[in-house]
């Protein structure tokens, strides 16, 4: 899994900035069991709009690659579904820790 | 007629009565233009009462609310509001502040009624969610991130970013500039510009000691930059290994070309911000003195007098229109927003560029010695031409004279 952050404030620095990489074969069981959880939450969730009328809010790029398939989700500050946000805040923890 | 003529008319009633009475025509007929003024400015505000619900007032009320890290706007927790005392945590006063400051700036500079010039109430979001490394206006709303202690600290501690962001809402009121390639840079400059102005206006600060920098506080002692961007020097805000050089443009010749999408910052609505911020820094110190005097209002008329599609080159002619307008034709002001322009690869429209150095380096000369009259300096000029003339007359007549 990768996470790509864009925008805001510092925009121009997150363009330099690498995304973040999980290796989930690396995760204990019950982590990898809630990650999967919180990822099967956020999928069915509809793309979001791009916001119209937010400035210097984020947006957040999730790429789940699995067994060749891959998947993408993007979701902004201003437009999160509640299920992204909590996929999205379990994964800043996790990088956060390492 | 004169009972329904409220307490805020200039002239008091009894008296438009008896001048409407006048035998003389021009006394009877200025009478009578008065209170059709009046009757109209009446029907104005009552139309305008009317849409009370959709025109946000609240004569600028401030009011801050607390996230407690978490994302959602709606279920925050009211930490201050204008009539409350102060709070505990230093964020929400910082908030509060900030906004009380960029309010009073455009009220006292510019005579604008909060954002939307309508009294707009200003609603400020702390604490959003964990370690959220930015602040954002939201359409409606502006929100800090405390910064994740790393690299980032809390976004509450700059004036210039919190004054940035309003800046987003008074643009979404005036220009409306699309955020995307160069209208979308446009407006991350007008909320750089008039951000760094509020500051600027806060401190005191004249143009030439003023720091150009945006958000130097929202870094992290340990991090190696100096500010998120310098108006002063685009791309030279900071270097270090770890996020590396400052991208920002400082001229039209290293316009960055980025994809129109949130991958590619909307096509470099941050990076490409860089030109147009060089251009006001170089105008306000090529006019001389406070920067939100002559150079933001020409910036601020300009912004009024621009569309959501204004791109670089539009924005530039109408700056120098506006100062045209707002201070005669070749004044020093004019001439300092033709250098600025010319200085970053923009060439104002319909002036030819011969023409364009010429000017320029009058208006430059006049910036050494300070704000002058412009009709002084063009005088200067029309002076050193004639007696230039006058030499080679006398130089032609001399060789005349030798054959």
């Known amino acids: 899994m990768t996470l790509e ?78 299920a992204f946000a909590s996929l999205l805040s379990w994964l800043e923890n996790h990088f956060a820790q390492q | 007629m004169t009972r329904t003529c409220r307490p805020n008319c200039i002239v008091p009633p009894l008296l438009l009565e008896k001048l409407l009475r006048s035998d003389k025509t021009e006394v009877h007929q200025a009478a009578l233009d008065t209170l059709l003024t009046t009757a109209g400015l009446r029907g104005e505000r009552a139309v305008r009462a009317s849409f009370a619900g959709t025109a946000t007032p609240g004569n600028g009320r401030r009011t801050v609310f607390d996230c407690q890290n978490g994302r959602s706007l709606p279920v925050s927790a009211l930490a201050r509001s204008e009539d409350g005392p102060a709070s505990t945590d230093d964020s929400v006063n910082r908030a509060f502040d900030g906004l009380g400051t960029t309010h009073d700036f455009y009220h006292e500079v510019f005579n604008r009624n909060s954002i939307d010039d309508r009294g707009m109430r200003l609603d400020g979001y702390v604490h959003f969610s964990a370690k959220y490394n930015n602040a954002f206006w939201d359409g409606q709303q502006m929100v800090f991130g405390d910064g994740d202690g790393e690299v980032f600290t809390d976004f509450t501690g700059s004036l210039d970013v919190i004054a940035h962001e309003l800046t987003h809402g008074v643009t979404e009121n005036t220009a409306g500039l699309a955020y995307h390639d160069q209208s979308g840079a446009l407006n991350e400059s007008i909320s750089d510009v ?107 008329e300009a912004l009024k007098a621009s569309t959501a599609e204004t791109q670089f080159q539009d924005f530039a002619d109408t700056t120098y229109q506006k100062a045209e307008a707002l201070y005669g034709a070749g004044s020093a002001e004019q001439l300092a927003v033709l250098a600025a322009w010319q200085e970053v690869g923009i060439q104002i429209t319909g002036v030819p560029a011969g023409v364009a150095r010429t000017r320029s380096r009058a208006g430059n000369r006049n910036g050494s010695t300070g704000r002058q009259d412009g009709l002084t300096a063009l005088a200067k000029q029309i002076g050193i031409l004639t007696t230039q003339v006058t030499s080679l007359a006398k130089d032609v007549a001399a060789l005349k004279g030798k054959k």
Do not use: C
């Open chain 1, 5 to 82: 952050t864009h925008g805001g404030q510092a925009a121009a620095i997150n363009l330099r900035l690498p995304p973040k990489v999980l290796d989930t074969d690396t995760l204990p069981e019950d982590a990898s069991a809630e990650l999967a959880r919180l990822v099967a939450g956020a999928v069915p969730e509809p793309a979001a709009e791009r916001p119209d009328r937010a400035r210097d809010a984020m947006s957040y790029t999730i790429t789940v690659e699995d067994g060749g398939r891959s998947t993408v989700l993007t979701q902004s500050d201003t437009t999160m579904s509640p």
């Open chain 2, 194 to 300: 008039f951000g760094s102005l509020v500051k600027q206006w806060f401190r005191k600060e004249s143009a030439d000691t003023a720091d150009w920098l945006i958000g130097p506080e929202v870094f992290t002692p340990g991090i190696d930059a100096d500010a998120l961007r310098s108006m002063k020097a685009p791309g030279q805000a900071y270097d270090n290994a770890l996020f590396g050089k400052d991208p920002q443009p400082d001229h039209m010749s290293r316009f960055v070309h980025l994809p129109d999408t949130e991958r590619g910052d909307n096509g470099g609505v941050h990076i490409n911000s860089g030109i147009p911020n060089k251009a006001f820094y170089l105008t306000a110190t090529g006019i001389g003195g406070f920067a939100w005097e002559a150079a933001g209002l020409i910036w601020y």
